[in-house]
């Protein structure tokens, strides 16, 4: 699977966990069963508990696991995404590649081809 794709499943979960705890809670707090109406009462103070209780405690250290995941990986992904390719290709060096150019062209003949090479691969 490729760096992206992980990073957009991750960020998504993680923006799913938080609207999905943060828009409940909201509508809890405006109970509206008195007060003439105005959509205030006590809510989450009073009455039924003061928040969710264990399952609420679960909730968060879930969520702050998946936030500090998501950060390891968007970290690591940055990093590895600022290096560029690791040895400049599959043939371990840039020069190495320019020498195998010039070779393919005609520039160079066998034997100085073979001498530089194995300057280059000490």
Do not use: C
């Not at 405006?30 to 109406?37: A, L, R």
């Not at 702050?64 to 990986?73: G, S, T």
């Amino acid at each position: 699977m490729k760096r992206t794709t992980v990073f957009h499943v991750i960020l998504g979960i993680v923006l799913m966990a938080v609207f999905s705890f943060i828009q409940p809670q909201a509508s809890w707090a405006q109970w509206g069963h008195g007060y003439g109406g105005w959509g205030m009462g006590p809510g989450m103070m009073y009455g039924w508990g003061g928040g969710m209780g264990w399952f609420g405690m679960l909730l968060m250290i879930a969520f702050w696991v998946l936030v500090i995941v998501a950060l390891v990986f968007l970290v690591r992904w940055l990093i590895h995404s600022s290096r560029g390719p690791v040895g400049g290709g599959p043939s371990g060096s840039r020069a190495l590649d320019i020498l195998m150019e010039r070779y393919a062209r005609g520039e160079i003949d066998k034997n100085e081809f073979d001498a530089k090479k194995q300057d280059l691969t000490r």
